[in-house]
């Protein structure tokens, strides 16, 4: 046999050896000393080959007679082989990554009990960016200090504990934090800004952005302005405010904006100035994405078709810094400048930062199109690029903010249905990991870590039919806390509905999504309209339950986010031995040793984690530099409460805070500890002009809620027992979640005083906040949508009665601390629907493959074999007082539907059915550019495909859990059902 040996310097082959597949279809030798073979195999030191470092490979000759004794190592730990190698006559063991990230769990996989082990650990560059808590290259275990693998960059830690062990049962997961003090370093040559008044400035340095001189965790979501109809634009923009945002990313198309050269378009669903001037209007900062080349599952990725042609009959790159090239680009970046002219934040307005381009490793590239920007006038505060991928060469100083980004799941990924798999993030629900996306990593020093694409869902391919759980996103949000980022920013977090081509047809080829028919070649099979993406605000703005789950995370890192930008992550003293431990309890502390936030995630996507009962939690907290007998602990629950642990249901994540400063002025109390999640917070003046400010929690499901308070404090119990701890602090307890305040705090002092009050876990998603008549305040409602704006609250609800509880809530009938408003429908009337098949489906099409056995989506002629029908909408309004929403829940494989001839939006069935996410038209949304949509009766036109068993089995993939039911059928075409779905409109005005 013939194999690659792999060892930690050039040595005489005198091993036994057998092939071993590693990444990249090559082959290493099981390097194992003479003699030795059979004893190691008996030993617990059993470990994985991990190619940990390869600064040697060479070719030996193996002889077929020592194949006996060549056969690889069974019952291995770590992986499928065992690789003990001996350097300088010890034996050394390495771990692949994969398997352990951390030095704590990869010895706690591959350690002997009780003995002490020698660790090394990975650094990319040096021993100051090496995480003690967390390495994504893994470890080097050896049993003396001669055993260390090469170069440098393997940096030594040393252990000399026994191995952590998973507590017996009742006991508390531990976790020991360390102190960190925060260290910015400027980040160079990123522009700062100040408005010309100096009443505003936003900065940036390592660890986060600055705004107005205080630290700002910006919670940003995509939307697309040309894939929303303009007289949507302030309505969806206040939605995504209402779900806790304060920036939007936006990417501009050039496509959109040029299709014809010369011609440029900024009317309707292209206007970019008044898109950006309604962004000012609602306090929204703007994360501009200009292109030239953007992606997005656009057309080209955004290039017109005629730079293509101009390319090919040029004979110049595209995406280069060629001249040629450029000179294309100029006058695309010369239109947006007027565009955004006036609109920076300097001049007061909403844009802060650019991004040129995207995910290219080319910097001389970048650096050219930011030359660009600046010399036509585009003039943020900073210029951006993707963080991934890496570049090939990146200057010490580039003046581009790198941001990065993960998804739940990953559409392009595989080629046909016996190639994929439901899930591909299994490390994205698994803290110690980055997950399995490029983009997962953590920003080079000395910039902070920002995304711009974490995924808020995932869209469908033809091919690759995803199917996401509303849980499966802000989960993942959740991870990506530990990891370190600085911000939010979620691709997408409002679907899309794509604008026609002003110069070709509505068929498939003509499509300025992508397409397998687009000029740039064939790649992701997007419909050709829609561009829902299972996003927390759907193609027509729905609300979904993630837009309301995921707020109570953004509620919180609104007033608190700043803080946490300086903590840093511990990890747990025993954590998960991979990502199919379905018994360790995950979870992770950010912090400055001191105070912070207990992470806990019990959600993992597609394949549930099982509950967790009688949990607890014991936190010991950084030594803060005072003579102290003990370290301080933290018990979650409070130790020798009475109270059971944590009893942590599948699919559960949450936030508990700790040590953290609440009510006015900062810091005038101090949350000791929590088993409920925080919300926020809200002020009031009373009628004695003593502030009174409401802290809002949620109970969370599973936990008995408690709360502690640090001392000195006086404390007046309502409806809650109160116990006095010795060490000063207060135990509130034994209340119920409601409305109520549970405990009212004052100190005496001018700060006033601090109600609390725990809403039950059935209200955990629908608390919101905004500003009424310039007052921040909080509401408590069940509706789909609560907005904020100016004197009014908007409620969108699917009940023809709503209410909602705000605080402050003057004249107001009382609900605790709130004033309850309830509203009603005057005579709500649904519009009725019938549909009518026209024309039977011809046979099925044989679906042609393309780009290595991936399914072709229908073309113009393959839609002549589909069933047509009549959709009859009667009983409509031109004015209705509520969203209208058609729902086609089908057994097919895809749909179109069309109004006088214009497509409207199209579908590729991802097993929703009439749920969220499944075929819906938003009729109210499009009436504005469709005429005559909503007068009185409508006919629609309704194109359905039929799905075929063999299609799934081959070249569609789709979770089989979600397939239809088949029976005796080959093939199946089905309307199961057909509706419109109304969310009704109410106004309180104030």
């Known amino acids: 046999c013939v194999c690659v040996f792999v060892c930690a310097r050039a040595r005489p082959c005198r091993r036994h050896c057998s092939p071993l597949s590693l990444e990249g279809d090559a082959h290493a030798c099981l390097l194992v000393p003479p003699g030795q073979h059979q004893s190691n195999q008996s030993t617990n030191m059993q470990l994985a080959v991990g190619v940990v470092v390869v600064l040697v490979t060479m070719t030996i000759a ?105 507590p017996a049962p009742g006991q508390p997961w531990t976790i020991t934090l360390h102190q960190h003090v925060p260290n910015p370093t400027p980040v160079p040559s990123i522009g700062d800004d100040t408005t010309a008044d100096r009443k505003h400035s936003i900065k940036l340095d390592s660890i986060s952005v600055k705004l107005d001189g205080r ?120 239109q947006l400048a007027k565009q955004f002219d006036g609109l920076y934040f300097k001049d007061g307005g909403p844009i802060v930062y650019a991004q040129v381009d995207n995910e290219t490793p080319d910097c001389d590239y970048l650096m050219a199109l930011r030359a660009l920007a600046l010399s036509v006038g585009i003039k943020p505060a900073g210029f951006a690029k993707t963080g991934w991928p890496t570049p090939s060469h990146r200057p010490a100083d580039l003046p581009l903010l790198p941001a990065f980004g993960q998804y739940p799941d990953q559409f392009w990924f595989g080629n046909n249905a016996s190639s994929m798999h439901p899930s591909h993030c299994f490390g994205c629900y698994l803290f110690g990991t980055t997950g399995s996306k490029p983009t997962s990593g953590v920003a080079p020093f000395p910039y902070p870590t920002l995304l711009v694409e974490l995924g808020g869902g995932m869209a469908a391919d033809y091919y690759h039919r995803t199917h996401l759980s509303p849980p499966d996103m802000p989960a993942l949000h959740l991870m990506k806390l530990a990891q370190g980022v600085s911000s939010y920013g979620f691709y997408v977090y409002h679907g899309g509905n794509n604008p026609h081509s002003l110069t070709g047809s509505d068929a498939p080829e003509d499509t300025l999504q992508e397409s397998s028919f687009e000029p740039a070649g064939v790649h992701n099979s997007m419909p050709s309209i829609s561009y829902d993406f299972f996003a927390p605000l759907g193609e027509f703005g729905q609300p979904r339950p993630h837009f309301h789950s995921m707020r109570r995370m953004h509620l919180l890192l609104n007033l608190w986010g700043g803080l946490l930008t300086e903590w840093e992550t511990d990890f747990p003293d025993f954590l998960p031995t991979g990502t199919d431990d379905n018994t360790t309890v995950r979870f992770a502390v950010r912090s400055n040793g001191t105070t912070g936030v207990l992470l806990v995630n019990n959600h993992r996507r597609v394949y549930p984690l099982p509950p967790k009962q009688n949990v607890r939690f014991s936190l010991t907290l950084a030594d803060s530099g005072q003579q102290a007998a003990d370290p301080v602990v933290l018990n979650l629950p409070l130790k020798n409460a009475g109270t059971d642990g944590f009893n942590i249901a599948t699919g559960m994540f949450f936030v508990l805070a700790f040590n953290l400063p609440i009510g006015p002025p900062a810091g005038s109390f101090v949350l000791r500890q929590a088993t409920c999640q925080l919300l926020t917070q809200a002020t009031q003046t009373s009628q004695t002009s003593q502030l009174r400010t409401v802290v809002f929690f949620h109970a969370v499901e599973g936990v008995a809620p408690e709360l502690v308070f640090a001392g000195p404090v006086t404390a007046t119990a309502h409806g809650s027992k109160i116990d006095d701890l010795p060490n000063g602090d207060v135990h509130v307890h034994g209340f119920e979640p409601s409305h109520a305040s549970v405990v009212t705090l004052s100190n005496g002092g001018q700060q006033g005083v601090v109600d609390v009050v725990v809403v039950p876990w059935g209200e955990a998603d629908t608390v919101w906040t905004g500003h009424i008549n310039g007052q921040f305040t909080v509401m408590q409602s069940d509706a789909n949508m609560v907005i904020a704006d100016n004197d009014t609250i908007r409620i969108r609800s699917e009940n023809t009665t709503a209410q909602v509880s705000v605080f402050p809530g003057n004249n107001a009938t009382g609900d605790g601390v709130f004033g309850r408003w309830t509203a009603k429908v005057a005579s709500p009337s649904v519009p009725a629907v019938h549909a009518t098949l026209v024309k039977e489906a011809a046979p099925p099409r044989v679906i042609p493959t393309v780009r290595g056995g991936q399914a072709r989506e229908p073309n113009s002629t393959d839609w002549l074999l589909a069933a047509r029908y009549n959709v009859t909408v009667t009983g409509l309004d031109s004015t209705p007082p509520a969203d209208l929403v058609l729902v086609i829940d089908y057994d097919g494989d895809s749909g179109r539907i069309f109004y006088n001839n214009r497509l409207l939006t199209d579908n590729w069935n991802s097993g929703y059915g009439a749920g969220d996410g499944g075929f819906q038209v938003g009729l109210s949304y499009l009436a504005g550019e469709n005429p005559g949509l909503l007068s009185g009766t409508t006919e629609l036109e309704l194109l359905l495909m039929p799905v075929c068993k063999r299609d799934l089995e081959t070249s569609i993939f789709l979770q089989p859990r979600l397939w239809p039911d088949f029976g005796d059928k080959d093939c199946l075409l089905n309307i199961k059902s057909i509706e419109i779905k109304p969310l009704w409109h109410f106004n309180i005005t104030f």
Not at 86 to 103: F, I, N, R
Not at 141 to 164: E, H, T, Y
Not at 220 to 232: D, K, M, N, S, T
Not at 271 to 299: S, T, Y
């Open 62 to 166: 193996c002889s077929a007679k020592s194949s006996s004794s060549a056969a690889a190592p069974t019952t291995a730990v770590c992986d499928n082989s065992t690789f003990p190698a001996e350097v300088h006559g010890v034996m050394c063991y390495g771990l692949k990554a994969s398997k352990a990230t951390t030095w704590s769990a990869c010895e706690a996989a591959c350690c002997a009990q009780g003995q002490d082990c020698n660790i090394w650990q990975f650094c990319a560059a040096n021993d100051a960016s090496c995480n003690v808590g967390v390495s994504a290259r893994g470890c080097w275990l050896g049993q003396s200090s001669d055993c260390r693998p090469f170069p440098s960059s393997w940096v030594f830690r040393a252990r000399k504990s026994p191995i952590p062990v998973p």
């Open 215 to 334: 630290r700002w965790f910006p919670v940003a979501g995509e939307i697309h302005l040309g894939r929303v109809p303009a007289a949507q634009w302030r309505e969806e923009l206040l939605r995504m405010r209402a779900g806790g945002l304060d920036m939007v990313d936006v990417y501009v198309f050039w496509n959109h904006h040029e299709e014809v050269q010369g011609n440029f378009v900024f009317t309707g669903r292209r206007d970019v100035r008044q898109f950006m001037l309604l962004a000012k209007e609602l306090n929204l900062k703007v994360f501009a994405r200009i292109g030239p080349w953007d992606h997005g599952e656009c057309r080209n990725g955004g290039h017109p078709d005629w730079v293509l042609q101009a390319a090919k009959d040029g004979h110049f790159a595209l995406r280069n810094n060629n001249t040629e090239y450029l000179a294309l680009v100029r006058p695309f970046y010369e």
